[in-house]
């Protein structure tokens, strides 16, 4: 079946320093999402991506789909405290039928 | 508060018990979802519903697991005869109908904890 990989699976980092988690479809992908989830929360939606080499940046976020919509990333720069918490990349396509594929998740360590 | 609610948010039951979750999705969101999730995983699909109509059942554990949605509206997560392995954070989520290329926004509740002891 269609899988979804996220590496790492945890990532400690000083703060000030920056984060990167990678997503790596087995299938070309329709569009792909990045959620974050708190710990003890829920997951909340962070952004979509649909085109092809798209990059979109939030702040300090910026999200990269890869050119054949296989990969994808997510950068954080100079992490904060508040940065806590576990990244998820979900993604869809016709074989699925656009229901959401999830990675396992980068869970980001901020060492004291 | 116009989020997806999710009750009750903690459930301990003994083994071999029945329990329901029910959840009320953001009111004009027609596709509600449920999920489940593992520490140290993602969530894991389950089943959705467009409406009130059930279109993917396929991934649901076992056939101790059923959900519903009567009215379109809340939907409610059955899980009969309990087992250890059960125990899990239940994700119900909701979403509009979109467009295939452009996926559905997914608003997640809060989880509904379940330990089974």
């Known amino acids: 079946g269609q899988q979804v990989m996220q590496i790492p699976q945890y990532q400690h980092v000083q703060e000030g320093e920056d984060f990167t988690t990678y997503c790596n479809s087995s299938?070309?992908?329709?569009?792909i999402q990045w959620y974050k989830q708190r710990p003890g929360g829920h997951p909340v939606f962070l952004i979509q991506?649909?085109?092809s080499g798209e990059v979109k940046k939030q702040k300090r976020l910026t999200f990269q789909f890869g050119e054949a919509k296989k990969n994808s990333s997510l950068h954080i720069t100079a992490t904060q405290t508040t940065d806590v918490g576990t990244y998820f990349c979900?993604?869809?396509?016709?074989?699925?039928?656009?229901?959401?594929?999830w990675g396992a998740g980068t869970k980001l360590i901020i060492k004291p | 508060d116009t989020g997806v609610s999710q009750d009750p948010r903690h459930k301990i039951t003994k083994r071999g018990q029945n329990v329901t979750f029910r959840c009320d999705p953001i009111?004009?969101?027609?596709?509600l979802y449920w999920y489940r999730q593992t520490l140290g995983q993602g969530p894991e699909f389950l089943t959705y519903?467009?409406?009130?109509?059930?279109?993917?059942k396929s991934r649901l554990l076992s056939d101790r697991f059923s959900a519903e949605r009567p009215k379109g509206s809340f939907s409610t997560l059955e899980i009969q005869r309990t087992e250890q392995g059960d125990s899990a954070m239940y994700l119900c989520?909701?979403?509009?109908?979109?467009?295939?290329?452009?996926?559905?926004?997914?608003?997640f509740g809060e989880g509904s904890w379940l330990t089974v002891v």
């Open positions: 989520a909701s979403s509009l109908k979109g467009g295939g290329h452009s996926g559905n926004t997914i608003y």
């Open positions: 009111s004009e969101h027609n596709r």
């Open positions: 519903f467009q409406n009130e109509a059930q279109l993917e």
């Open positions: 299938t070309t992908l329709s569009n």
């Open positions: 991506l649909v085109k």
């Open positions: 979900a993604g869809s396509n016709l074989d699925s039928n656009y229901q959401l594929i």
